[in-house]
């Protein structure tokens, strides 16, 4: 069975702050994505950046990006300039690209930023 | 506006009162899913669809039933909650083409108590 782990239950960052979020997933799968979603107080879950296990290349969204360590299955997230918008709970989250395609989500790790 | 909708957003019921959560997407995707939130958990998979009248249950199906009679809805049924069901509820829905575009989108949620 695949998990997903989050070792850092919170984290905190200075507002323009640099702050990285780890973390780590089993899976015997070969054909997968890695996906990191943000909770903010309001509950919705809005989806931050995603990674194919296929590429090679981190992806980049804006402020965001990841570090992609497939052989070690560890897909760090990193916040550039951080925001107080950035507050929220972030996990981590797994899906393979075949059977019954749920996420399978890390325990989350909040992030509070101080201004 | 493309979007998954849930409905009632919070709910407070006693035990053994059968309820209906429902879920509803307008984005004509075949799959559908239900997840459970609880702290220090994640999110995690009760039941889900991959089209019409094809369901099957996730990692937590105990105490729920689904059903999928038309594309766009996806209800939840607890026929007799009881205290540990309490929980945030997210449906989520994405196309199955296979590619990284079968991004699960996510409704509000529902914050159910059972007394």
């Known amino acids: 069975a695949q998990t997903v782990t989050q070792s850092q239950p919170e984290m905190s960052v200075q507002e323009a702050e640099t702050v990285t979020l780890s973390c780590t997933y089993d899976?015997?799968?070969?054909?997968?994505?890695l996906f990191w979603y943000k909770q903010p107080p309001s509950r919705q879950m809005i989806l931050v950046i995603r990674?194919?296990?296929?590429?090679?290349q981190n992806a980049t969204e804006n402020r965001f990006s990841v570090n992609f360590q497939k052989a070690a299955k560890s897909f760090s997230l990193k916040i550039s300039d951080s925001q107080l918008g950035d507050a929220a709970m972030y996990f981590c989250?797994?899906?393979?690209?075949?059977?019954?395609?749920?996420?399978?989500f890390g325990s989350g790790t909040r992030l509070q930023v101080q201004p | 506006e493309a979007q998954v909708t849930q409905n009632p957003r919070y709910l407070i019921t006693v035990t053994g009162k059968k309820l209906t959560v429902t879920c509803s997407q307008n984005?004509?995707?075949?799959?559908m899913s239900w997840y459970r939130q609880d702290p220090g958990l994640g999110l995690r998979q009760i039941y889900y669809?991959?089209?019409?009248?094809?369901?099957d249950k996730g990692d937590v199906p105990e105490g729920y039933k689904v059903s999928r009679k038309e594309k766009r809805n996806f209800p939840l049924i607890l026929e007799s909650p009881s205290p540990n069901q309490t929980s945030l509820y997210f449906c989520?829905?994405?196309?199955?083409?296979?590619?990284?575009?079968?991004?699960?989108?996510f409704g509000p949620g529902t914050r159910l108590t059972v007394l």
């Open positions: 989520a829905s994405s196309g199955l083409a296979g590619g990284p575009g079968d991004e699960q989108f």
């Open positions: 899976t015997s799968e070969s054909d997968y994505y």
């Open positions: 990674q194919e296990a296929y590429k090679q």
């Open positions: 989250a797994y899906r393979a690209n075949t059977g019954r395609r749920a996420l399978t």
């Open positions: 984005m004509n995707h075949e799959y």
């Open positions: 669809s991959m089209n019409v009248e094809v369901t």
